[in-house]
């Protein structure tokens, strides 16, 4: 897969020094009285191109591995940020789909007598099937396929994934050992890197706030950003309408951006923060903005027809670098993105 969630566009041994080199992070802000809003930041070490894409319902679709691919058809349109798999997204549903870098994570073996997933297409088969991340986690404890990691610039791809719908819901899935597990409640709305989950939330315990007595942590590593992003939103103001809200939520995606440069010598590899999105669920609005643009951009999936037979529709971001504003009206047809094979 040329461009997966959260990987380095670097060279593997590289992209191997430091954990701090692998990054995203997610926050949903699900109790502000307006809407469950969902925003998540995209870093990658070199500038990586990205589309926004409306994908109707219908499409039939296999796991992209190279034996044995699990097949489906989509049960639900979505829109989605990709160039070649599915990084994040929403349902029309009001479900979102979120993969992040994770260090520990471990598929297992692949077993080709199981149907195979392709780690770019794991988030787009939660976004086709479900609409609530109840749905989804029922069966994420036990899937009907198996997580194919597959390489990229010589390193085994490993990532999470996050879930969120509009009653609040969330959900965070990880493989450990070739088992997937899942972390499922409301109060989970924070998500970054390596530690694995488990240990994020053991370390957030020991902070001002949280129930310890640490100050608020300022650097760049993930179990660092995992601290503030849930203390600034503990604290945000209540919203008095879904401006507002959107507002907040990326304030604080915005906080635990990564900054371009890399002046610290231990960090050679730092991966700036490329893009972000926020995911309107209750309004089923979809924001996008890309840090070289300072403008913001939405799909309205209220505007979009998803019927089954409606053609696939993209909007090329780097062609529409200065749009502004509500873009639904300049989705085109197009032939749905690849996705490269999967181990």
């Not at 461009?3 to 430091?18: E, H, N």
């Amino acid at each position: 897969m040329r461009t997966l969630p959260c990987l380095l566009a670097a060279a593997a041994m590289i992209a191997a020094a430091s954990p701090s080199a692998r990054a995203c992070s997610l926050v949903m802000w699900s109790d502000n009285g307006q809407a469950v809003v969902v925003a998540r930041n995209m870093d990658w070490a070199a500038p990586m191109p990205v589309d926004l894409w409306a994908l109707p319902r219908g499409i039939a679709r296999h796991g992209h591995t190279a034996a044995n691919p699990i097949r489906w058809a989509a049960r639900y349109g979505s829109v989605v940020a990709s160039h070649d798999g599915t990084s994040d997204g929403m349902n029309e549903k009001g479900l979102s789909a979120h993969l992040l870098w994770l260090t520990e994570a471990d598929y297992g073996r692949r077993d080709a007598a199981r149907p195979g997933l392709s780690a770019g297409m794991w988030a787009q088969y939660f976004l086709d099937n479900f609409a609530t991340v109840a749905e989804a986690v029922a069966v994420a404890k036990a899937p009907p396929f198996q997580v194919a990691g597959g390489a990229y610039q010589g390193r085994t791809v490993a990532l999470h994934l996050a879930l969120r719908d509009k009653s609040g819901d969330a959900a965070v899935i990880e493989y450990v050992d070739g088992v997937p597990k899942v972390y499922h409640g409301r109060n989970y709305p924070v998500m970054t890197n390596s530690p694995p989950f488990d240990q994020q939330l053991a370390g957030l315990a020991r902070y001002k706030g949280f129930g310890g007595n640490e100050t608020l942590p300022g650097t760049t590593d993930a179990a660092d950003r995992f601290v503030r992003a849930a203390f600034y939103l503990s604290r945000l103001p209540k919203p008095v309408d879904q401006r507002e809200a959107v507002a907040g939520v990326l304030s604080i995606a915005r906080n635990v951006a990564q900054p371009f440069g890399t002046p610290d010598p231990l960090r050679p590899y730092i991966s700036a923060t490329r893009w972000r999105t926020v995911a309107d669920l209750t309004n089923r609005v979809y924001f996008f903005e890309t840090t070289l643009n300072p403008g913001i951009v939405w799909l309205r999936l209220d505007r979009i027809d998803f019927r089954r037979g409606q053609p696939v529709r993209r909007i090329d971001m780097m062609k529409h670098a200065d749009a502004v504003g509500d873009v639904t009206a300049k989705l085109r047809p197009a032939k749905e993105f690849a996705v490269q094979v999967g181990d």
